[in-house]
């Protein structure tokens, strides 16, 4: 890999440590818990919004393509847009506030799109809930490394999955459950204002958000560690000056990460349809056996990568990247081998060990970052390493797509598309991410020796 340039904010200049004990433990757990709460609405939104689809298209009379756009780019176009400039409240104001107004906004903007008439109304709602939510993960990692030591923060980490794994699945249940609930409702018409019965769904949703910013309020806002530059805004100049100087660390792991995103969000959209055409199954049968792999293999991978994680640091310097690696290189066999099952059953169950490891190795690579980053940057580093995770993600499904229908010529060949994506995609994202053991752990015993000597 590229070799490291000193003279950045991470390599030069020493981060002057605070000396004061970290927050009580009751504080730490309080606000991890609303933050969790808040992550889990953001999850929850989305996957009630996809359940609607169906109805939404029939609704409003749209097309396949203009459904894809609610979907998929209404959110990732303005986090592109907006993501990372607001990321940087996070590294200027109070996070607890950040969070607060992000999961208001997501909140109200969620129940006022159950008052859109027509689709442009209805993208401008997933626009603006997609800026919402674009502060949410920078400004929560960075609270998380100010309340909790180096040696807990994997285990913070690791809870904090809980939010992404209670969002999806109570998603799934919550939204079939609310559909159900007003199928039988009559259009409204109210004020000029007609409102189907899906529409009273996402005001529902976004009630919930109100509620918990009120709880993020109460949180108390941990003082920042290692400032660099006390009481300044950094300019944006320096925080993609300090990613390139040490890129010998960020590299690998943006990289990896954008392999990973690809193929494992990718084989996300096309699960249902390869269960389909490789095996016959139903719509019900394939919703009733998904939900439970998704919901034990997360629980599983959050509770793996924080243990393994945290066993394999007391004995490397490096063990975040150290244990991503390993995570990522033990879910390509999975996710190879499971299209090759003679069922659908054995499928699923190569799938859970794919997904288990894939979702232990965000526990390392969330901690690796907040690990090595100046405070005054978490929020934009953070933001532009989450940026790859959504940005290359969200060409997944169009690649496995396409390799189906140019490579192979049809329909019933989904399954080799996958095994060939996924033996090029997941193996490249291991080893990319290997690269930076030895720098990243290089760097953790700098910042000790630092931390040592400014205590």
């Known amino acids: 890999m590229v070799a490291e340039v000193p003279g950045a904010i991470g390599q030069g200049a020493q981060r002057?440590?605070?000396?004061?004990g970290w927050p009580a433990r009751s504080v730490a757990y309080y606000g991890l818990t609303v933050i969790i709460l808040a992550t889990a609405l953001n999850f929850l939104d989305a996957q009630?919004?996809?359940?609607?689809?169906?109805?939404?298209?029939?609704?409003?009379?749209?097309?396949?393509e203009q459904l894809g756009f609610l979907l998929g780019p209404?959110?990732?176009?303005?986090?592109?847009?907006?993501?990372?400039?607001?990321?940087?409240?996070?590294?200027?104001?109070p996070r607890k506030y950040v969070l607060a107004g992000g999961i208001t906004l997501i909140g109200g903007i969620t129940a006022l799109g159950g008052l859109a008439q027509n689709f442009v109304q209805l993208f401008m709602s997933r626009m603006l809930i997609g800026a919402g939510g674009s502060a949410h993960a920078p400004g929560s990692y960075s609270m998380l490394a100010d309340y909790f030591s180096p040696a807990r923060l994997p285990r913070a980490i690791g809870f904090l999955q809980l939010g992404f794994i209670g969002g999806n699945v109570l998603g799934i249940y919550l939204g079939g459950l609310l559909l159900t609930?007003?199928?039988?409702?009559?259009?409204?018409h109210w004020m000029g204002l007609t409102i189907h019965g899906w529409q009273w769904v996402l005001m529902m949703v976004g009630a919930p958000g109100v509620v918990i910013a009120g709880l993020l309020l109460f949180a108390t806002e941990p003082p920042r560690r290692g400032l660099t530059v006390q009481g300044?805004?950094?300019?944006m100049k320096a925080v993609l000056r300090e990613i390139w100087t040490r890129r010998s660390i960020y590299l690998p792991l943006f990289i990896g990460l954008a392999f990973s995103a690809t193929e494992f969000l990718g084989l996300g959209v096309w699960r249902p349809a390869f269960l389909a055409r490789s095996y016959g199954w139903s719509s019900a049968r394939i919703g009733n056996w998904m939900s439970v792999v998704i919901l034990v293999s997360y629980l599983l991978g959050a509770f793996v990568g924080?243990?393994?994680?945290?066993?394999?640091?007391?004995?490397?310097k490096d063990a975040h990247v150290r244990a991503a690696t390993i995570f990522f290189a033990l879910a390509a066999p999975f996710e190879i081998i499971a299209p090759l099952m003679p069922s659908g059953e054995l499928a699923l169950l190569c799938v859970a060990g794919g997904q288990m490891c894939g979702l232990a190795s965000a526990v390392p690579q969330n901690a690796a970052i907040q690990r090595i980053t100046p405070n005054e940057m978490r929020g934009r580093v953070t933001a532009i390493y989450l940026f790859m995770f959504i940005f290359f993600g969200s060409f997944g499904g169009q690649l496995i797509g396409s390799v189906t229908q140019r490579v192979f010529g049809s329909d019933?060949?989904?399954?080799?598309?996958i095994v060939l994506t996924a033996s090029m995609l997941l193996p490249l994202a291991a080893f990319t991410i290997s690269r930076g053991i030895r720098p990243y752990g290089r760097e953790v015993e700098r910042l000790e020796r630092t931390e040592a000597q400014s205590a």
């Open 412 to 417: 019933a060949d989904l399954w080799k598309s």
């Open 232 to 235: 300044q805004a950094v300019p």
């Open 181 to 188: 609930l007003v199928a039988a409702w009559p259009v409204t």
């Open 48 to 64: 009630i919004f996809s359940m609607m689809a169906q109805h939404i298209k029939g609704d409003f009379h749209l097309t396949d």
């Open 74 to 93: 209404a959110n990732i176009v303005f986090y592109v847009l907006v993501g990372i400039p607001l990321a940087r409240l996070v590294d200027l104001y």
């Open 16 to 20: 002057t440590a605070q000396a004061q």
């Open 306 to 316: 924080t243990v393994f994680t945290e066993w394999l640091a007391k004995r490397y």
